[in-house]
């Protein structure tokens, strides 16, 4: 994306991998920093990768972000918990958390009253809430937009609907719906918070709301296929 080009020619700045090895001083570094950059490379995003800087051995490890878990309600859980939050960041490294303050693993209380789905927002600068969800299967009341239920299925929830379109269930397996917080909820949102972060106007929107939930998005997919295909690398030596 044009904008993007023009943020690592400044002359005030330096490419964003640069930026987060450097002040966050994370030692993840041959394949957090190889991910990442491909991640950022394939969605348009800048992704100038310094191996002199990723992959010194005297840096000490980054701290994650501050990860805060609120109890769910009866009925709900977190599918996806702390320690999986913190592997996912770690595997992605340091510009997965750069600037990222606080994890919350919140209440929510709109599943049940609408087709709304609550999955995760970042309140800027630096703060990303994972909603709880309720156990499987979802009941919603209404029909999804397209759009939702492409990444509804993809990520690989079962959709039913009622013969006359008002009643929906989702339903999921337990591993399908940590993975749809992990990457819709998570790393969707991380994506939200890089753009942000690498702008200069941290609470300032800084994109179209479309152009931001579509790089967002992007950022999401490419983590997913980035991460899994690792791991069904690892599986088939």
């Known amino acids: 994306m044009e904008p993007y080009e023009r943020l690592a020619r400044t002359k ?25 950059a491909r ?18 051995s005297e840096l000490s490890e980054g701290k994650l972000p501050r990860i805060k878990a609120q ?4 009925g709900y859980h977190h599918p996806a918990t702390p320690s999986d939050i913190k592997e996912m960041l770690t595997y992605f490294g340091e510009l997965s958390y750069y600037g990222v303050r606080e994890i919350q693993l919140a209440q929510s209380d709109h599943h049940g009253s609408s087709q709304k789905l609550s ?6 600068p630096g703060k990303i809430i994972l909603y709880e969800q309720p156990q499987s299967p979802w009941l919603l009341a209404g029909a999804l937009c397209g759009e939702e239920t492409e ?12 013969a006359d379109g008002l009643r929906g269930r989702i339903l999921w397996s337990p591993v399908n719906l940590r ?19 690498f702008k200069g106007k941290r609470t300032v929107q800084v994109l179209r709301l479309k152009d931001h939930e579509l790089l ?22």
Do not use: W
């Not at 991640?39 to 010194?56: C, H, N, R, S, T």
């Not at 999955?119 to 800027?124: P, Q, T, W």
């Not at 990444?151 to 009622?162: F, K, R």
């Open 39 to 56: 991640v950022l490379k394939e969605i348009g995003m800048p992704a100038e990768f310094d191996a002199a800087v990723f992959g010194q």
């Open 71 to 74: 109890r769910p309600r009866k």
């Open 119 to 124: 999955i995760a927002k970042l309140i800027v």
């Open 216 to 237: 967002a998005h992007h950022f999401a997919r490419r983590c997913r296929l980035e991460y899994l295909s690792f791991f069904t690398e690892d599986e088939a030596k």
């Open 151 to 162: 990444i509804l299925e993809t990520a690989g929830a079962v959709m039913e609907s009622s």
């Open 12 to 36: 005030h700045t330096r490419p964003p991998e640069i930026i987060a090895a450097d002040r966050v001083r994370a030692p993840r570094a041959s394949r957090s920093s190889h991910s990442m």
């Open 179 to 197: 993975n749809f917080m992990l990457f819709e909820g998570l790393m969707h949102e991380v994506g939200h918070h890089i753009i942000q972060q």
